[in-house]
């Protein structure tokens, strides 16, 4: 499966693009899959669940299932957090693999950049970075620009830029 990134600031907008290019490379028979990465202690069960308090009473994962769709839960403990890598494992197969996070991974990565922010850009120390989705123009980068709008021309920097995923597993620098 190819993979490729979304970087940038909180608040750039890189939820609401995915959730607008998603479609795009559908229309294309491009099967997605996502991989968000949460900077939080993070919660999908809520209290009063079954699944829930099976967690609470110490099961280390928690598979729930139904006829539409199935979620495992896995309690890391004193684990370390999963890699990129690791995580790749757990998707089932799909055509290409859009990462939110992982901002400091050994991927290619679009950054996701709204002027009106007024944060740097991350791209001159990123070398990761193959090109920029933007609300306006980016002087003095070689880097492709694309506005944020133009979804099309962003699924087309997806499927150009991607690697292969085995490509991540033997790179030596790979951080989660």
Known sequence: MRVIGLAGWSGAGKTTLLT?????????????????HAHHKFDI??????????RQAGAQEVLVASSHRWALMREL???????????????????MVIVEGFKTGAHPKIEVFRG?????????????IVAIASNMPIAGTRLPV???????????LMLQFAIDSNTI???SSVEG
Not at 20 to 33: G, W
């Open 20 to 36: 607008r290019v998603i479609p795009e490379l559908n229309s294309r028979a491009v099967k997605v899959s996502t991989i968000k």
């Open 169 to 171: 597993f033997d790179a």
């Open 77 to 95: 403990h004193d684990e370390p957090e999963w890699t990129l890598p690791d995580l790749l494992t757990k998707l089932g197969h799909v055509d």
């Open 146 to 156: 694309v506005n944020l709008d133009d979804f099309a021309g962003i699924a087309d």
């Open 116 to 128: 009106e922010n007024g944060k740097p850009l991350l791209y001159p120390g990123d070398r990761d």
């Open 45 to 54: 069960d809520t209290p009063g669940k079954d699944s829930w308090a099976h």
